[in-house]
């Protein structure tokens, strides 16, 4: 058996130049529009905390929380919206906060304490949490999604890093807890000063 092989009619030199051109062109156009994207933008899914008056740590906190939502949101972990990571025990796992997150947190105040035999957080409402916006570190950065787990560890020990160097600029004490704990200390709080007056980092970094 013999085969024959054929090669392609020859491109005129024009043409392929022609051809040539437009590739780089549209690779050179796919190239400053990703290194834009990069540099200049950011999700429009962030919303900036509830407060009023924000003292300059605080306006820091949101910052740091801005890069990471941006942070977050390249990495593109998925949320089936479950609710899971809200119930602690059904999960398997804790949530932290800080001292120095803590006033912004309690903005809303949590309207009960965390059981034992009801351990989730007092925010979840169905599979919804009601404190989006002022939500700590630790729940900015889980997500249920296995293949995310790796860049998860990366960026809580990057922006938790971050989270103690603003804490010793501002010569604020360090504290960083179970959720649970710093909630129930603050409801405890609450029931003892029925005046409505607020419960300060310090107060959550001493009182047991």
């Given at each position: 058996m013999i085969f024959r092989f054929t090669f392609p009619?020859?491109?005129p030199e024009e043409k392929y130049q022609r051809?040539?051109?437009?590739?780089?062109?549209?690779?050179?156009?796919?190239?400053?529009?990703?290194?834009?994207?990069?540099?200049?933008?950011?999700?429009?899914?962030?919303?900036?905390?509830?407060?009023t008056n924000p003292t300059p740590l605080q306006q820091e906190l949101v910052q740091l929380y801005s890069d990471l939502e941006y942070a977050i949101q390249k990495a593109g972990p998925i949320c089936e919206l479950s609710g899971r990571c809200c119930r602690f025990d059904e999960y398997g796992h804790t949530l932290f906060l800080s001292n120095i997150?803590?006033?912004?947190?309690?903005?809303?105040?949590?309207?009960?304490s965390i059981t034992e035999d009801d351990n989730r957080c007092p925010y979840q409402e169905g599979a919804l949490?009601?404190?989006?916006?002022?939500?700590?570190?630790?729940?900015?950065?889980?997500?249920?999604?296995?293949s995310y787990q790796q860049k998860a560890s990366e960026l809580?020990?990057?922006?938790?890093?971050?989270l103690k160097s603003l804490a010793t600029?501002?010569?604020?004490?360090?504290?960083?807890?179970?959720?649970?704990?710093?909630?129930?200390?603050?409801?405890?709080?609450?029931?003892?000063h029925d005046d409505g007056s607020p419960v300060?980092?310090?107060?959550?970094?001493?009182?047991?």
């Open positions: 009619p020859q491109v051809h040539l051109l437009a590739g780089h062109l549209y690779h050179g156009i796919i190239d400053r529009y990703t290194q834009f994207k990069n540099s200049w933008w950011k999700p429009t899914v962030f919303r900036t905390p509830n407060m997150e803590s006033e912004l947190f309690f903005s809303r105040p949590p309207k009960q949490c009601t404190a989006r916006e002022n939500r700590p570190l630790g729940c900015r950065i889980f997500f249920c999604d296995p809580s020990e990057e922006y938790l890093g971050r600029r501002y010569d604020e004490p360090w504290q960083y807890a179970p959720l649970k704990q710093m909630v129930n200390q603050y409801v405890r709080h609450q029931h003892r300060s980092k310090e107060l959550l970094s001493h009182e047991s």
